[in-house]
T-cell receptor
Framework: DVKVTQSSRYLVKRTGEKVFLECVQD?????MFWYRQDPGLGLRLIYF???????EKGDIPEGYSVSREKKERFSLILESASTNQTSMYLC???????????????FGSGTRLTVV | QKEVEQNSGPLSVPEGAIASLNCTYS??????FFWYRQYSGKSPELIMS????GDKEDGRFTAQLNKASQYVSLLIRDSQPSDSATYLC???????????FGAGTRLTVKP
């Protein structure tokens, strides 16, 4: 089974801190994603990457950046954490390319971030 | 922006009944469609996928797709309390790198 591992289950940070959320997948997937999930708003795409060093903005990239230096690792960075970034952050991965549309995403267990 | 609409619920059904979950999507280019189940406090897990118009059955689950109407549904037969969760609909894109999710329908199955 594909495994997507997020480094922290719960995280508490102070306003203004720089925050790193790490995600690692072990099945050689091309695509990796960061979503945030908030009650009533569902899953919203922050950034995704389809290859090493490649990144694309999702629907809500403001206040976030990402890094993908290795195929298996995709990091989400909150440059200066704010209270409105308190949320559940979910990493996912998937195959890429034309045939990948036949397959879904595999999610990590999530990181619940609280910014105080 | 690609829109995915689901009846938000909550939907409550008695144990043993059929639960019907609905989803409409705006992107006519969507080629594949996925249903995810998310238990409270957990991450989404893929339970069904469908690519062609019509029905696809997998155990107690049946996915139905109508591309002309841009509509996809999930039926859960013989609902069990363990089916109580939020169900997310997600139309997939061509290269599987731009999937958007509906807000989800919360289902409660009462014993």
């Amino acid at each position: 089974d594909v495994k997507v591992t997020q480094s922290s289950r719960y995280l508490v940070k102070r306003t203004g801190e720089k925050v790193f959320l790490e995600c690692v997948q072990d099945m050689d997937h091309e695509n990796m994603f960061w979503y945030r999930q908030d009650p009533g708003l569902g899953l919203r795409l922050i950034y995704f990457s389809y290859d090493v060093k490649m990144k694309e903005k999702g629907d809500i990239p403001e206040g976030y950046s990402v890094s993908r230096e290795k195929k298996e690792r995709f990091s989400l960075i909150l440059e200066s954490a704010s209270t409105n970034q308190t949320s559940m952050y979910l990493c996912a991965s998937s195959l890429g390319g034309q045939d990948s549309a036949l397959y879904g995403y595999t999610f990590g267990s999530g990181t619940r971030l609280t910014v105080v | 922006q690609k829109e995915v609409e689901q009846n938000s619920g909550p939907l409550s059904v008695p144990e043993g009944a059929i639960a019907s979950l609905n989803c409409t999507y705006s992107d006519r280019g969507s080629q594949s469609f996925f249903w995810y189940r998310q238990y409270s406090g957990k991450s989404p897990e893929l339970i069904m996928s469908i690519y062609s118009n019509g029905d696809k059955e997998d155990g107690r689950f049946t996915a139905q797709l109508n591309k002309a109407s841009q509509y996809v549904s999930l039926l859960i037969r013989d609902s069990q309390p363990s089916d109580s969760a939020t169900y997310l609909c997600a139309p997939g894109g061509y290269n599987n790198n731009d999937m958007r999710f509906g807000a989800g329908t919360r289902l409660t199955v009462k014993p």
